[in-house]
């Protein structure tokens, strides 16, 4: 069974940096798409960050470029995203998620989360003013 984990969420002030880890089990997500989402309340899951299989091309939410950073280790089937300079408005539960398409990425499909076909439970980034 296909498994993604959150983890690395919390509570931060305006400012502050966190690191989010999501550690896939069950299969090698290797050849695959991964991106990073969020959805605030009363509003629609964003993608946030995506990222190649190998790592050589990213996708970046305009208001997130220049302050998160988005990676992969193949070799632990992880993914990162490394959130600095925190402001309120990243307040939202982050999710990771991996693509429906094997050896496919373009900056258009990772920005849809209809094209994911797995997702993490969530974690919560919350920042303080």
């Known amino acids: 069974q296909v498994q993604l984990v959150e983890s690395g969420g919390g509570l931060v002030q305006t400012g502050g940096s966190l690191r989010l880890s999501c550690a896939a089990s069950?299969?090698?997500?290797?050849?695959?798409?991964m991106g990073w989402f969020r959805q605030a309340p009363g509003k629609e899951r964003e993608c946030v960050a995506a990222?190649?299989?190998?790592?050589?091309?990213?996708y970046y939410l305009d208001s997130v470029k220049g302050r998160f950073t988005i990676s992969r280790d193949n070799a632990k089937n992880t993914m990162y995203l490394q959130m600095n300079s925190l402001l309120p408005e990243d307040t939202a539960v982050y999710y990771c998620?991996?693509?429906?398409?094997?050896?496919?990425?373009?900056?258009?499909?990772?920005?849809?989360?209809?094209?994911?076909?797995?997702w993490g439970q969530g974690t919560q980034v919350t920042v303080s003013s």
């Open positions: 990222i190649k299989w190998s790592g050589g091309s990213t």
């Open positions: 069950g299969r090698a997500f290797n050849s695959y798409a």
């Open positions: 998620a991996a693509s429906l398409l094997s050896g496919y990425y373009s900056g258009t499909y990772v920005r849809n989360l209809g094209n994911y076909a797995h």
